[in-house]
């Protein structure tokens, strides 16, 4: 009965260990689907029904093709997006996409200034305010921008087809990303827009630089009002695509 007894309460203890409070669970993805935003000169996502109904045999039977860029919607960007020889999508460790989540809100300035880009001074107040951004977190930049999902033209700052030269919308400064690469050594940056760099970038400089660090990006996230500014843990899992320069994203959170 000892024996029981301690097996049991090893059970408990293992059960208690893996279980998830669902109030903790953050969901920081956008559905996919035909109205999901994608790049400009991008194919988007479509859904392609094949069958759904009830069969001959009388149960139910559902199946779909689906198809789009591997840059729609909530999405990865492996670093071999803008970096040669670096990791492709599957080649990213997973422990590299698992980690402290920081938030740096810059809503406010992103709501006067459409292309603002975040900056050191950003950084330096929010370490100020929440201390040094730890060695292997994942910063995530929250401009407000989840508030046009849905609004292409809100969301892109134009919403003709093709059109790439006059994005406008809120990213990551240069500066800003050689800081976190060189002095804080992030394992992964994303944000609430379509790029980390800011609309009319031509040159996508931080894509650049952060996949010449091997980091990855993870752009059009949903949700990070929702986030605390430090204290979640952040889980951001793709498609594994083999020699994908990206991949659709399940990204979400365990809040603190």
């Known amino acids: 009965m000892k024996t029981l007894a301690v097996i049991t309460f090893a059970l408990m203890m293992a059960f208690s260990a893996h279980a998830l409070d669902e109030k903790k669970l953050l969901d920081l993805t956008y559905a996919f689907s035909a109205e999901t935003h994608h790049w400009p000169t991008a194919k ?5 029904k094949v069958a759904e109904g009830r069969t001959p045999g009388g149960f139910w039977y559902s199946s779909y093709n689906y198809g789009g860029s591997e840059h729609v919607g909530t999405h990865l960007d492996a670093p071999f997006h803008f970096a040669e020889g670096k990791w492709t999508t599957e080649q990213i460790p997973l422990s590299r996409l698992i980690g402290p989540g920081v938030v740096i809100d810059v809503s406010r300035q992103a709501g006067k200034n459409s292309d603002y880009k975040l900056q050191l001074s950003d ?19 929250r401009s407000g921008w989840g508030k046009f999902w849905g609004d292409r033209k809100g ?11 006059n994005l406008h919308f809120p990213g990551l400064s240069k500066e800003a990303a050689e800081f976190l690469v060189k002095q804080r050594h992030i394992k992964a940056v994303g944000i ?10 031509k040159d996508f400089v931080t894509h ?28 951001a899992i793709p498609m594994k695509i083999k020699g994908g320069s990206g991949a659709p994203l399940r990204i979400f959170a365990v809040l603190p």
């Not at 650049?208 to 979640?232: C, D, H, M, T, Y």
């Open 155 to 165: 969301y892109f700052g134009t919403d003709a087809p093709g059109d790439i030269d």
């Open 192 to 201: 609430d827009t379509p790029s980390i760099d800011h609309g009319p970038s």
């Open 44 to 48: 988007p996502f479509h859904f392609e």
């Open 208 to 235: 650049q630089l952060f996949g010449a660090a091997n980091v990855a990006i993870f752009e059009n996230v949903a949700s990070l009002a929702r986030l605390p500014a430090k204290g979640a843990t952040i889980y």
């Open 123 to 141: 950084i330096s107040a929010w370490e100020k305010a929440h201390g040094r951004i730890a060695t292997g977190a994942i910063l995530l930049i």
